[in-house]
């Protein structure tokens, strides 16, 4: 828990937000600002700022955000016309909320990758 991290703060139910999956190490929730029909951000409770972060001991958990994310396609209706997930790290990335998260976009076509 980070005082200062928006979403600690919705982990520790200090703020509201429309969850949509969580147990004990992984929360998902939806987007306040959404970029496609489905944009869910899926991300450990525990706070991790960025990919950077991440070590051996983080791999069970990476796992489990990406199944995560399968299940919510699939639960969205989204699982058979394709998604993207997307992890923002670091400046370069435009990350603005430094704990890790996945973003679940679909429900349109997406455009091309660079
Ligand atoms: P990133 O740029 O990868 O750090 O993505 C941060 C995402 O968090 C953006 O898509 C924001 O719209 C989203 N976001 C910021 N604050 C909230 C919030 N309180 N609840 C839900 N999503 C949020
Ligand atoms: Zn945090």
Do not use: W
Request: charge should be negative; aromatic fraction near 4%; charged fraction near 20%.
């Amino acid at each position: 828990m980070n005082k200062d991290c928006i979403f600690c703060r919705i982990i520790s139910g200090e703020f509201q937000s429309d969850i949509l999956y969580q147990d004990d190490e992984v929360i998902a929730l939806r987007d306040i600002n959404p970029k496609a029909p489905t944009h869910i951000l899926i991300m450990p409770k525990a706070h991790i700022p960025s990919l950077a972060e991440i070590t051996m001991d983080h791999q069970t958990l990476m796992g489990h955000l990406v199944r995560v994310a399968g299940e919510l396609a699939k639960s969205e209706g989204i699982a058979a016309r394709g998604y993207r997930l997307v992890i923002n790290s670091g400046p370069d990335s435009g990350q603005e909320v430094p704990h890790l998260h996945l973003h679940l976009l679909g429900g349109r076509q997406l455009g091309k990758l660079g």
